[in-house]
Nanobody
Framework: VQLQASGGGLVQAGGSLRLSCAAS????????MSWFRQAPGKEREFVAA????????YYADSVKGRFTISRDTAKNTVYLEMNRLKPEDTAVYYC????????????????WGQGTLVTVSS
């Protein structure tokens, strides 16, 4: 199983980026796909989750209304559309997949991508 994250980069505050996570190696029909992030010197934190089968998303309060998570089952890809970015959004963003009862519990996820760096300048 492989999760390949991409799309990070440098953007000014107020700008937008779209991250992608290409998934391969198994079917994810009963999985939750999520994004986490880790800022320098801080612990990894939950950002957003989507059920692979559809019909449900969940967001951290810090990104609610600015970020949108979605998935394209035909392309086996999960996206994180990030708008109105702030300097505090600067972090390495990781995608993860798991059959998790609580989506914010990092240790419950089975598979992780390698991370993509997002830097927001003020």
């Amino acid at each position: 199983v492989q999760l390949q994250a991409s799309g990070g980069g440098l953007v000014q505050a107020g700008g937008s980026l779209r991250l992608s996570c290409a998934a391969s190696g198994r079917t994810f029909s009963n999985y939750v796909m999520s994004w986490f992030r880790q800022a320098p010197g801080k612990e990894r934190e939950f950002v957003a989750a989507v059920r692979w089968s559809g019909g449900w998303t969940y967001y951290a309060d810090s990104v609610k209304g600015r970020f949108t998570i979605s998935r394209d089952t035909a392309k086996n890809t999960v996206y994180l559309e990030m708008n109105r970015l702030k300097p505090e959004d600067t972090a390495v963003y990781y995608c993860a997949a798991g059959r998790v009862p609580v989506v914010t519990t990092m240790t419950a996820y089975e598979y992780w991508g390698q991370g993509t760096l997002v830097t927001v300048s003020s």
